[in-house]
């Protein structure tokens, strides 16, 4: 597995699977999340879990929506 880590706000780590921390890395802020999924997930079958895993980082913040 790999971390990750919030260093600003309200600190916090948590463990992810590997595949959760290649997605955080794929969110650079310059691409739509759909764009970010279409590269990497697999199949249509996977897509519930990443869109969850998205979610979720999301509401811990390690992920933060673009408004606009």
């Known amino acids: 597995g790999g971390g990750l880590r919030l260093s ?3 600190c916090y780590s948590t463990q992810v699977d ?5 997605l955080v890395g794929m969110c650079d802020g310059k691409r ?3 764009s970010v999924l279409a ?3 697999d199949d249509d079958a996977d897509i519930t ?3 969850t895993a998205v979610r979720l980082l999301v509401e811990r913040g390690f992920v933060v ?3 606009g």
Do not use: H, K, R
């Open 8 to 10: 600003s706000g309200l």
């Open 32 to 34: 739509a999340v759909a």
């Open 39 to 41: 590269d990497f997930v």
């Open 18 to 22: 590997p595949d959760v921390a290649q």
């Open 65 to 67: 929506p673009v408004e």
């Open 49 to 51: 879990g990443a869109l």
